[in-house]
C-alpha cells in the first residue's frame, strides 16, 4: 500500500501527456483535478456542460487560474 494518497499522486500527471485514467467519486476530488489541469492550460480551455456546476467552477481556486 502506498503513502501517497491519491490527490498527491495526481500532481505527476500531465495534461495531454499522461495517459493515466483516474476514478473521481466525490466533489473534492473532482475539484481538486479540475484545478490542477486547469493550471496546466496554455492556450484555451472550451468546458462543454449542459449545466454549468457552479460549485465546480465558481470558486476563487477556478477562477483565479483561469485569470492567470
Known amino acids: ?3 501517497v494518497s491519491p ?3 495526481w500532481l505527476s500527471l500531465k495534461l495531454g501527456e499522461s495517459d493515466t485514467e483516474i476514478e473521481l467519486e466525490t466533489r473534492a476530488e473532482t ?3 479540475t484545478d490542477l489541469l486547469i493550471e496546466q492550460v496554455t492556450s484555451g480551455i472550451e468546458i462543454y ?3 454549468l456546476d ?3 467552477y465558481n470558486r476563487s481556486e477556478f477562477l483565479d ?3 492567470h
Request: aromatic share 0%.
Open 31 to 33: 475539484q481538486h483535478a
Open 7 to 9: 490527490l498527491e499522486s
Open 54 to 56: 457552479a460549485p465546480l
Open 49 to 51: 456542460s449542459r449545466e
Open 65 to 67: 487560474a483561469i485569470n
Open 1 to 3: 500500500m502506498s503513502d
